[in-house]
Every structure is written in C-alpha cells, then in structure tokens.
C-alpha cells in the first residue's frame, strides 16, 4: 500500500505557490463587472510545477484563504460575500482550471502544446462556471454575460496560456534536471 500522505517538501511548496497567489491575485486591473487579474496566470504555472492534485489542492487553499476575510482576491476582496457574488463563478472556477490544466499537463508529461489545450480547456470550464453564475445572480441575458465577463478576456488568457506554456515548461524541465522538483510520486498516486 502506498503512502499517500504529503512529505514536507510538497507542503512546502503547495503553500508557496498558495503564497504566490495571495500576493498577485489582489493584483488587477478594473475594466469592468470581471477585472484582469494575474490570478490564473500564477494558477497555470502552479500547476506546471505542482500537477493536478497538488495544484488544485493550492488554489483551494487560495480560496479558503480569501473566504476567511484576508483580502487576496482581486482588487483586495475577501469573504463570502466575494465568492457568492456575482464573479464567485470564476473563483471557484479557478479549481476546474487548475485540475484539468493539471491533468493534461500530467498525462502529456510537460508537452507544451498538449499542456495548452488543457489549460484553454481548464479556462473555458472556468468561464462556463463563473458566466452561469454570473447570470443567475444578475438575472442577466447569456449575451450580456458573455459581453462583459467573457469576451473581453479570451485575448489576455490565451496570452497568459503561451506564456506559461514557454516559461511553465522550461521551468519544470530545469527543476527536473537539478532533482529540484520532486513532486511527481504524489501526482501519479
């Protein structure tokens, strides 16, 4: 049977990529009902590094974080009130985002371009998420959503998905290569 417990290195490093986030997810810039946050960017390059189950696991960690009242959401929101408004969608979203993006990137073992479309894929299940979401809470048509918390945002996560993708799979490869990135064993158990 095997261990399935953590080591203290990959609680190390869960946390630091749950840190990363904390600090640039307040980060952001308002054009609107949804701002453009460097959020998932950090979450695509978490889960070069970490997987699925670890990366998922450092974004949730992110979530409960914010939902206490430390301010780490975009624009320095925090609370319940934040996750159950009408943009809570896309932040719990985010976990759809790093798990599939996760798997593929797992499953292709770090192919930049299969990796790609994981995470497109795991952004697209984060828009569904968080635009249904959005149009329940605003009583709004399916077009305004998408006019206001979708459209305007596709060009700049494709942008973040490429950036990752080139610096995500380098990094991960280096990390590998120095026997610095040990986190494999918990991924594939």
């Not at 979401?133 to 206001?148: D, G, N, P, R, T």
Request: charged share 10%.
């Amino acid at each position: 049977m095997k261990n399935k417990k953590l080591t203290t290195y990959q609680m190390a490093v869960t946390a630091l990529m749950t840190a990363v986030m904390c600090v640039l997810g307040p980060l952001s810039v308002p054009i609107g009902a949804v701002p453009i946050s460097l959020t998932n960017l950090v979450i695509c390059f978490t889960v070069w590094l970490l997987g699925a189950k670890l990366g998922t696991l450092s974004v949730a960690l992110y979530l409960l974080i914010g939902l206490v009242g430390v301010p780490v959401f975009s624009g320095y929101g925090a609370g319940i009130a934040k996750i159950a408004g009408p943009t809570g969608g896309y932040l719990v979203g985010f976990l759809l985002m790093a798990f599939i993006g996760g798997l593929f990137i797992e499953k292709s073992k770090g192919n930049p371009v299969i990796s790609g479309v994981g995470l497109v894929l795991g952004i697209a299940a984060s828009y569904v998420l968080g635009t249904a979401w959005f149009v329940f809470q605003m009583k709004c048509e399916l077009s305004h959503a998408l006019a206001v918390c979708v459209y305007p945002f596709i060009a700049f996560d494709l942008a973040k998905v490429v950036i990752s993708c080139v610096v995500g799979a380098l990094l991960r490869k280096r990390l590998e290569q120095a026997g610095v990135l040990k986190l494999q064993n918990a991924v594939s158990e």
